[in-house]
């Protein structure tokens, strides 16, 4: 399994577990929304949006991390394995 497998396989038991806890919330089915006053309606919707602003603002944290991440680890490639083999070996033993 690669990757991309990988993150396709959570992806997917994420939607699963997030429809379990909308479940346990007792939200109506979509089916049921007719039957919901439209200040809930609207409630509902609000809320989503809220949600979704907060996911992009992780999202863009997450790649922000990433990034510094990356350069941190190119920068270590760059010190350590690139280095004289003198210096690499002594500062192995400590």
Do not use: C, W
């Amino acid at each position: 399994m690669n990757i991309k497998d990988n993150r396709s396989h959570s992806a997917a038991e994420l939607k699963t577990q997030a429809e379990k806890k909308v479940r346990q919330k007792m939200i109506p089915p979509m089916e049921d929304l007719t039957a919901l006053p439209p200040e809930k309606i609207l409630q509902l919707f609000y809320d989503l949006e809220i949600h979704q602003i907060e996911l992009e603002m992780q999202n863009n944290e997450l790649r922000r991390s990433q990034e510094e991440l990356q350069a941190s680890q190119k920068r270590y490639f760059d010190l350590f394995d690139l280095a004289p083999v003198g210096i690499a070996l002594s500062m192995k033993k400590d």
